[in-house]
């Protein structure tokens, strides 16, 4: 009897052991979005709430929530859910809900290759380009790719990655060889010094000859075929299909000087090219550039700040290609109205644009002022000014879906925010947002005088956890 039970415990204690190795810590984290907006005149025009029944309120909501599956540390699996935007009142957020609104965003592995510092990602997963300003007017968003990451020592890392935002048209059970992929591949060299920061980037991408540009292709993060996206402003007559050997590629780097702190300096300068073959007379080319700088100087109440950029635009000859910058996916945005990266999760934003291209501008702010503990006020006044030649308004709308607004030479915009942050609890704050745009879109580019003023106040509630 002593033996048998010896002989039980000994494999309970096997058992155990083989669990143990096996088992895996599991850790959630995440936020609840609530906004809360009044908007008036996002598209800029005279009756704009009668022709594209813009709403004066909205309420809406949504809950991003990261589950951690964590091995050790070497390895662990990530799974990201988003349930929204729910718009209460429609849909699943109607009487009733029980709506099917639950997304995967991303969902990757982390792992290190055994006996190396080599880490890699791979999976649904966030991907940005580096951006000290204001972003990645180039490409920031969720995409499957293969990431490698190593880091040299204390100075220098490299960061490299394949990654595939389109396979559009292929049918698993067909034979035909169709060439219908988008691959990027790039690499991230940041090098840290004492005081200074400096980020050189480059990007490749492969467009293959089958990709269909019909509205009824995958659609770029603004919802237009992915042709307009990359191109922008789509010329006259163009064909509905790439051509062979559409290639595009991206240099740039982002500079963070800190070494005169409270003074900081900030900067990205990038070059973006689409070498396409010409279809008919049309030159499918792209190519541009855009500078992007700040200045900040931080003070006990408050952080005083100056920033500004130009982005390259169109001349006057839509046959020739396009001379803005081209983009994947941007995430740019100095501003929290007109631009998108700073502001409230969820609330309306990027109506003059979203990535900054065929524009300059320049910017004040106040940000950061303080006076009472757990609130903080940011002042902030914008100007805009387009850089495309006003002749390429034959050839497209003041709203481009791609990019906001089409800004010519002749067109400008003011716009003024003054934003709360006001911290409830250590997990819940509250952010209130007041946004102005006044635009002066030029009549005879444009054919009309019908332009009114945008605005919007907006109650934003942040519960993390």
């Known amino acids: 009897m002593k033996r048998i039970v010896t002989l039980m415990l000994a494999a309970m204690l096997v058992l155990g052991s083989v669990a143990g190795a096996s ?8 936020q609840w979005d609530f906004s809360f907006e009044w908007l008036d005149n996002t598209n800029f025009q005279d009756g704009d709430q009668d022709n594209a029944g813009e709403d004066d309120f909205g309420a809406k909501q949504r809950l991003r929530t990261q589950i951690d599956i ?28 029980d709506g099917k609104s639950v997304e995967v965003k991303r969902s990757y592995i982390d792992w290190v290759v055994p006996n190396t510092d080599l880490m890699v990602r791979m999976g649904l997963q966030g991907l940005a380009l580096p951006g000290a300003v204001a972003g990645s007017p180039i490409m920031d968003d969720d995409v499957a790719a293969l990431t490698l990451a190593y880091k040299f020592n204390d100075m220098v890392g490299l960061t490299a990655f394949w990654a595939r935002p389109y396979d559009t048209a292929g049918n698993e059970s067909s034979d035909n060889n169709t060439f219908d992929e988008m691959d990027v591949f790039g690499v991230v060299v940041p090098v840290t010094l004492d005081g200074a920061k400096i980020t050189p980037y480059a990007v490749y991408a492969s467009v293959g000859k089958d990709v269909p540009v019909s509205s009824t292709t995958p659609t770029d993060y603004n919802g237009s075929s992915y042709q307009q996206a990359i191109y922008g402003l789509r010329p006259a007559n163009a064909p509905s299909a790439f051509g ?75 046959t020739n290609g396009s001379e803005r910058m081209p983009y994947i996916s941007p995430d740019f945005g100095p501003t929290s109205f007109g631009t998108d990266k700073v502001g409230a999760p969820i609330a309306t934003d990027s109506i003059v644009s979203v990535s900054g291209t065929g524009t300059w501008g320049v910017g004040v702010q106040l940000a950061n002022i303080s006076f009472v503990e757990n609130l903080k006020h940011t002042l902030r006044a914008t100007y805009y000014r387009g850089t495309n030649d006003e002749e390429m308004a034959n050839y497209t709308s003041l709203r481009n879906t791609t990019n906001g607004l089409y800004l010519t030479e002749e067109d400008s915009a003011w716009e003024v925010n003054f934003d709360h942050f006001y911290k409830i609890y250590e997990n819940l704050d509250l952010i209130v947002e007041m946004g102005y745009i006044k635009a002066d879109l030029d009549e005879d580019t444009w054919g009309t005088d019908e332009f009114s003023d945008a605005w919007k106040l907006g109650f934003n509630l942040k519960y993390s956890f």
């Open 70 to 97: 964590i091995a050790s540390e070497n390895l662990r699996g990530v799974v990201y859910f988003e349930m929204g935007d729910t718009v209460w009142g429609r849909t699943d957020g109607a009487l009733g809900t």
């Open 244 to 318: 062979d050997d559409t290639n595009a590629w991206w240099a740039g780097a982002a500079f963070e000087l800190t070494m005169f702190s409270p003074l900081s300096f900030k900067m990205d300068a990038m070059y973006g090219n689409v070498d396409a073959e010409e279809i008919g007379n049309i030159d499918m080319d792209r190519s541009g550039w855009m500078v992007i700088g700040a200045v900040d100087y931080k003070m006990d109440m408050m952080t005083p700040g100056l920033f500004a950029w130009y982005a390259s635009g169109d001349d006057d000859d839509q």
């Open 23 to 30: 088992a895996a810590d599991i850790k959630a984290k995440g």
